[in-house]
């Protein structure tokens, strides 16, 4: 794990919505750090860059744990720019002086983070670093965290685990093909749905599975209470 802010500082966390950045929330209020705000990125189709989840989905399971979402409009292109002015205008905002990474173990990742928080003059934690990968998904099991598995590789992950939660089970399944329990390498990405800081659990249906080139994805629709699921 790595911590540059200390007790009591305020901070955003990096937000796709699935189980690392989720864990890395858990972990940095362990720490003593005050979540002000969670951050997502999310491309001109209204869905997250990182997990293709509707940004109505990211909204409710925000509302569910209590922290305000912020969001900004970015392409792959205009991503570090997009990222600089998002810091920038919360940073002011919200009054922080830190952010909150999911990054496990990737040296290129961790660069990146320490170089764009250095040129927006805060701190970067990051509450995984160099954990072991099965660590982490027990970690989150182990606390409580409940995640849907909601995009696979399918050329690495059978697409019946998706809509599934990752349990042991699905551990286990990732050390017999021999491919990261936690899906550092793409393998799958998450939806987490309940576990501490919840107020409820997030409420959806599931919907299509798109496939593009070497991935499925997991329409996931949210279910508002007192609405009718249309």
Same mark, same amino acid.
């Given at each position: 794990?790595? *911590?540059?802010?200390?007790?009591? #500082?305020?901070?955003?966390?990096?937000?796709?919505?699935?189980?690392?950045?989720?864990?890395?929330?858990?972990?940095?209020?362990?720490?003593?750090? #005050?979540?002000?705000?969670?951050?997502?990125?999310?491309?001109?189709?209204?869905?997250?860059?990182?997990?293709?989840?509707?940004?109505?989905? @990211?909204?409710?399971?925000? !509302?569910? @744990?209590?922290?305000?979402?912020?969001?900004?409009?970015?392409?792959?292109?205009?991503?570090?720019?997009?990222?600089?002015?998002?810091?920038?205008?919360?940073?002011?905002?919200?009054?922080?002086?830190?952010?909150?990474?999911?990054?496990?173990?990737?040296?290129?990742? =961790?660069?990146?983070?320490?170089?764009?928080?250095?040129?927006?003059?805060? !701190?970067?934690?990051?509450?995984?670093?160099?954990?072991?990968? =099965?660590?982490?998904?027990?970690?989150?099991?182990? =606390?409580?965290?409940?995640?849907?598995?909601?995009?696979?590789?399918? #050329?690495?992950?059978?697409?019946?685990?998706?809509?599934?939660?990752?349990?042991?089970? *699905?551990?286990? *399944?990732?050390?017999?093909?021999?491919? !990261?329990?936690?899906?550092?390498?793409?393998?799958?990405?998450?939806?987490?749905? #309940?576990?501490? @800081?919840?107020?409820? &659990?997030?409420?959806? =249906?599931?919907?299509?599975?798109?496939?593009?080139?070497?991935?499925?994805?997991?329409?996931?629709? &949210?279910?508002?209470?007192? @609405?009718?699921?249309?």
């Amino acid at each position: 794990m790595v *911590y540059n802010n200390t007790p009591g #500082d305020k901070i955003f966390v990096s937000w796709s919505g699935g189980k690392d950045s989720y864990l890395s929330l858990l972990l940095a209020k362990g720490w003593g750090l #005050d979540p002000a705000c969670l951050l997502s990125f999310v491309g001109s189709d209204g869905h997250s860059r990182s997990h293709g989840l509707k940004t109505e989905v @990211l909204r409710h399971q925000a !509302s569910m @744990l209590g922290i305000p979402l912020e969001m900004k409009k970015v392409s792959w292109e205009s991503y570090e720019q997009g990222f600089e002015e998002a810091v920038n205008r919360i940073k002011a905002e919200y009054g922080l002086t830190g952010g909150v990474f999911g990054d496990i173990n990737l040296e290129e990742h =961790r660069q990146w983070v320490e170089k764009m928080c250095r040129r927006c003059g805060i !701190s970067y934690n990051l509450p995984l670093w160099m954990k072991e990968e =099965r660590r982490v998904s027990e970690e989150l099991i182990r =606390r409580g965290g409940k995640a849907v598995v909601v995009a696979v590789r399918s #050329d690495l992950v059978d697409q019946s685990w998706l809509g599934r939660l990752m349990d042991d089970q *699905y551990i286990d *399944y990732c050390l017999s093909k021999k491919i !990261s329990p936690c899906g550092e390498g793409g393998e799958v990405h998450t939806l987490v749905i #309940d576990g501490p @800081l919840f107020k409820k &659990p997030l409420q959806f =249906r599931l919907g299509e599975i798109k496939h593009g080139q070497d991935r499925s994805l997991l329409e996931v629709i &949210p279910v508002y209470p007192g @609405l009718p699921d249309l």
